[in-house]
């Protein structure tokens, strides 16, 4: 099989990018000194993090001129994400650090002020110079996964191919091509099969590729652009009394049958079923290790092996959480909450999800007067590899109240009133999934983590969940209201229609179900065909 090389030197998820290469028919060499990069015939250069710290990283290995003299050669050089804005001059994000200078102009910050930032998800790159033909196998119609807060608004780009994507009113560079050169803001190898045939067009030399062939269909819909309504596929995964590691589900968070000997319901092998949910449309897929609070995580090498597996036939973005927090090791040694995640990273995970430690993050945060500590996890793990990977699943609960002056939290005015009659609620956040109730509220604890580094919240609601009854909309407005950084709402999707309501009645920037795709009642396929039937913009896996 043929060889590319590549240039590892900020890993984060890198061997989703290596599982994707070699579904295309090929190998990976990696580039371990600068010398190697004499020799190499083919570089992909991906980036993860900050744009300093990939500079700094860069720069310090002795990595800057080999790279640039290697792009001038003109051999084949691609960018990925932080790859490719290190090619440019310099990001605000970190302005003390200047990029490599090899195209014009520097990486802006999204304006938060009208939307989520970081941008999160599925937006198109559609090709601006060659409209008559299909750059590096992009297409018009299809959509990549963008996970990033900086990007190169389009102008001043004159004599470089671009494909571009708009977030907001905001246009900007999705890929930009001259020469040997292409580098893509989005994430090829996360980006279903569409991002895999860039990859292949890449590796080989496929520069452009005649357009003529698309339906009209095809073609109209090319005109469609923008961020598209995510639809998360969520495994919430445990060992059974057998010892198996299944998909369960539970109702209220209670995974335990009501009838035949009361055992963890079993719905279903991971792996297995993130591979259909993929395949079907997902446009991510979320593993909960619901009991790793019992467990200590680096023993739990079941959900390690989970995510290798799973990233072989998943080109979709993968959380993973449960148990992401300082723990004790079997031998007493302590593994930071970072090595557990970098852990989980190297296995093919994209984000980690926390849950239990981000509560007690906040309440010590609170504690000291809104300052940070430093040393949280979501705090050590963000600094690394940047928010968008640092994602925290809240597991709220209603507690009625009959006036907003009985509680101290933050309260809301609700439709749907308590046993007593009572008109206003607050949300709980709990511990240990639900087990454990803290006086902490949802608002508290969101801007907390918001600050800390989290990049987006999964928003969960015990009440809600496995009950099929549609989503809480009231906690999913007081959540969005909290924060800037991107909400995925969670909780109680029992058919499409709750896709629909979540979308039009919140500004919610995804929506995650489990239930009931795990007992089959409706597929995401089915999901994303309704949301499209009423004017919804959604992504179609295309083969
Ligand atoms: O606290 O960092 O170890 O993380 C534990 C993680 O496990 C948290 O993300 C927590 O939400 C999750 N978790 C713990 N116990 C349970 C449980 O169910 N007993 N699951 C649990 C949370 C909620 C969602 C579910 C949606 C949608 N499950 O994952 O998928 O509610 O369900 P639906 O569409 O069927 O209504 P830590």
């Known amino acids: 099989m043929p060889t590319v090389y590549l240039l590892d030197t900020v890993s984060g998820n890198i061997r989703s990018l290596v599982n994707a290469i070699e579904r295309v028919g090929y190998t990976v060499e990696w580039i371990k000194s600068p010398s190697d990069l004499e020799t190499a015939e083919s570089v992909i250069f991906p980036g993860v993090g900050h744009f300093g710290h990939c500079m700094s990283t860069l720069s310090k290995a002795g990595y800057i001129e080999p790279l640039k003299r290697f792009i001038a050669s003109g051999k084949p050089f691609m960018g990925i994400c932080v790859g490719m804005q290190a090619l440019f001059e310099g990001s605000e994000e970190d302005p003390a650090y200047p990029g490599l200078g090899v195209i014009p102009g520097k990486l802006k910050l999204f304006d938060s002020s009208t939307k989520a930032v970081p941008h999160i998800g599925w937006n198109s790159a559609a090709t601006r110079a060659s409209p008559d033909g299909s750059l590096y196998g992009l297409r018009p119609h299809s959509k990549y996964y963008y996970v990033h807060s900086y990007a190169r608004p389009v102008e001043g780009l004159e004599g470089w191919d671009l494909a571009t994507a708009k977030y907001g009113d905001e246009e900007f560079v999705g890929a930009v091509s001259r020469g040997n050169i292409m580098a893509t803001q989005f994430h090829p190898e996360k980006s279903g099969y569409a991002g895999l045939a860039v990859l292949k067009a890449f590796l080989t030399q496929t520069r452009l590729t005649p357009l003529s062939g698309l339906a009209t269909e095809v073609k109209e819909r090319a005109s469609v652009g923008g961020l598209t309504r995510r639809v998360i596929a969520c495994l919430d995964v445990r060992t059974n009394d057998d010892g198996d590691l299944v998909v369960t589900k539970g109702d209220q968070y209670d995974v335990r049958e009501k009838a035949d000997g009361n055992g963890v319901r079993n719905l279903g092998k991971p792996v297995e079923m993130a591979r259909k949910y993929f395949e079907d449309g997902a446009d991510e897929v979320t593993f909960l290790n619901i009991t790793s609070f019992r467990n200590c995580p680096v023993r739990d090498l079941p959900m390690l092996e989970v995510l290798r597996k799973a990233s072989e036939t998943v080109f979709v973005p993968l959380t993973i959480g449960g148990g992401i927090r300082d723990v004790v090791d079997t031998d007493g040694s302590i593994v930071s ?196 039937g009423k004017g919804l913009l959604v992504r179609n896996e295309e083969k």
């Not at 109240?401 to 933050?410: D, K």
């Not at 709402?489 to 009931?516: I, Q």
């Open 337 to 532: 909450a970072l090595d557990v995640a970098t852990m989980y990273f190297k296995s093919g995970a994209d984000k980690v999800s926390i849950g239990s430690d981000a509560v007690t993050a906040a309440e010590e945060f609170y504690a000291r007067g809104k300052t940070l500590l430093g040393t949280a996890a979501i705090e050590q793990i963000s600094k690394a590899y940047g928010n968008q990977a640092v994602v925290v699943s809240v597991d709220p609960r209603r507690v009625y109240v009959s006036a907003p002056s009985a509680t101290p939290r933050n309260t809301i005015k609700t439709a749907f009133p308590g046993p007593n009659g009572e008109a206003y609620c607050w949300y709980q956040c709990t511990i240990k999934g639900g087990r454990e109730g803290r006086d902490l509220d949802v608002q508290q604890l969101v801007q907390a983590v918001e600050a800390m580094g989290a990049g987006e919240i999964l928003l969960n609601c015990i009440d809600k969940d496995g009950t099929n009854s549609g989503f809480d909309l009231e906690l999913i407005r007081a959540v969005k209201q909290a924060v800037k950084i991107p909400v995925i709402a969670s909780s109680g999707a029992g058919n499409p229609a709750h896709f629909e309501e979540v979308f039009r009645e919140t500004t919610t920037d995804a929506a995650l179900g489990a239930g009931m795709f795990h007992r089959g009642e409706y597929t995401v396929r089915q999901v994303k065909e309704f949301l499209e």
